[in-house]
């Protein structure tokens, strides 16, 4: 798999100007199960998603899964294969409880509202929490990206 996506990588070099054959990137895909993976990233693909988020202690547990601002991501699939590439434009930190309408919207899931991305993102930490051992709360830290497709280009 690791071939597949350095040939992705290369792919996006060529069709990308800006983009560097020796630039540093993260591996990872949205969610954690294959249908939230492909779901999301289809939210990237061929939709309004322009941002993410991630529970703050997951990065703590593992530092590669924070975003690195002006940085770049392959995404995959659950299964690790190369679907699309983003560069980082924004990383803040804020409660759960904190985060507002303007960043669900950007998330573009759902309707779009605070409300959509409360429910479905308490239901997702949750699950993390769970993992994690720890406790959900309006507290917990979360990581909000704010991101731009870079490849493929043109919605396809």
């Known amino acids: 798999m690791q071939a597949r996506q350095r040939d ?3 792919s996006a070099c060529c069709a990308v100007p800006d983009l560097s054959t020796t630039a540093d990137y993260q591996v990872w895909h949205f969610g954690d199960s294959e249908a939230l993976a492909r779901d999301l990233a289809d939210l990237v693909l061929h939709g309004p998603k322009r941002a993410t988020a991630g529970l703050l202690w997951d990065a703590e547990d593992d530092p590669t899964m924070m975003p690195v601002q002006g940085g770049y991501s392959l995404v995959t699939d659950h299964a690790g294969a190369p679907l699309l590439i983003i560069r980082t434009m924004r990383v803040e930190i804020r409660p759960y409880g904190e985060v507002d309408a303007d960043f669900a919207a950007a998330e573009g899931e759902g309707d779009g509202s605070l409300d959509y991305w409360r429910a479905a993102h308490w239901t997702y930490f949750s699950r993390r929490c769970e993992a994690l051992g720890r ?12 991101f731009a497709l870079i490849y493929p280009t043109g919605g396809s």
């Open 8 to 10: 992705f990588w290369q």
């Open 135 to 146: 406790a959900p709360s309006n507290d917990m830290p979360v990581i909000l990206e704010r």
